[in-house]
């Protein structure tokens, strides 16, 4: 799975380019006891990337979310370079939660009760939802327009032969392809928002397969990718097609999206947004 645990470990792989445009896709912020440790204070770091899709609403992966040490707190930034407002805040000094709060805003995270689900349906969803003083804090720091999501069943409607024909983009805040060293494999950069062009590979009842092929200038997911967005266009409009998940250890072929068109999905996102 696409997450990582500390940002050193963009899009994403070759091919990816800045995506400063595309404001409605953040970053998840933890603030957590990574050591287990309470005389240690917290660590303050971006775990994943996600997409508002309303004012209040925050849509990302559930392995993003679950199995985190207790009284782990989930911020989010819709920063270009959320590592670098990090650092900055570090700089300034305070506690974990201060260094947080001047980086992202701090909400409530849900995901789906059913995780892990099973091969057919991961149920691998979540979201983190705001207030209303949180979403007005969340949209006096930057200005956005929340992701179109599919209609029930769009994607099985369309098929695999106008899926292929459409444009597909990946984008999110995680590390680079696998790059060889003497000490093995390492995957460099992170934190900064990127996009990449994918191209459609397969879709089954729950996921769609993406292709990442640097000779055929396409880009593609990595790790701190998951829970970010797979948007494909459609009538000349972006739609939130599915939410990066896995794909390739070394990130050089392929990405695994959970689609967001099917009934398992709808029913997780329904009591927290109006859908299309």
């Known amino acids: 799975m696409l ?6 470990s963009a899009i994403n792989s070759y091919n990816e380019q800045p995506a400063p ?7 998840l912020v933890v603030q957590s006891d990574r050591d287990n440790d309470p005389a240690t204070p917290d660590t303050v770091r971006w775990s994943c990337s ?3 899709i309303a004012p209040d609403v925050f849509l990302t992966a559930a392995h993003c979310i679950d199995n985190r040490p207790a009284g782990t707190k989930f911020y989010v930034s819709l920063a270009q370079n959320v590592q670098a407002d990090i650092d900055a805040s570090a700089a300034q000094g305070g506690a974990p939660e201060e260094v947080a709060l001047r980086v992202g805003v701090p909400g409530t995270a849900y995901f789906d009760p059913t995780y892990p689900g099973n091969q057919a349906d991961a149920h691998d969803i979540a979201v983190v939802k705001f207030s209303s003083a949180q979403a007005a804090d969340l949209a ?3 200005a956005f327009v929340p992701a179109t999501l599919p209609t029930a069943g769009q994607l099985s409607a369309l098929g695999a032969r106008a899926l292929d024909a459409a444009t597909w983009q990946v984008m999110g805040y995680g590390t680079q392809e696998a790059v060889n060293g003497p000490g093995g494999q390492t995957h460099p ?3 900064v928002r990127m996009k990449a062009t994918v191209d459609f590979e397969a879709i089954n009842p729950t996921w769609v397969r993406l292709g990442m092929n640097e000779s055929r200038d396409l880009g593609g997911a990595c790790y701190g990718d998951s829970g970010g967005p797979n948007f494909v266009t459609l009538d000349n409009k972006l739609i939130l097609a599915g939410t990066t998940i896995t794909g390739d250890t070394p990130c050089y072929a392929t990405n695994v999206a959970y689609r967001m068109d099917t009934a398992s999905a709808r029913s997780f996102l329904a009591p927290f947004v109006t859908l299309p």
């Open 21 to 27: 445009e595309r404001t409605e896709v953040g970053a």
């Open 189 to 191: 950069g992170g934190g």
């Open 50 to 52: 996600g997409t508002m």
């Open 140 to 142: 006096s720091r930057w």
């Open 3 to 8: 997450s990582v645990a500390a940002p050193a």
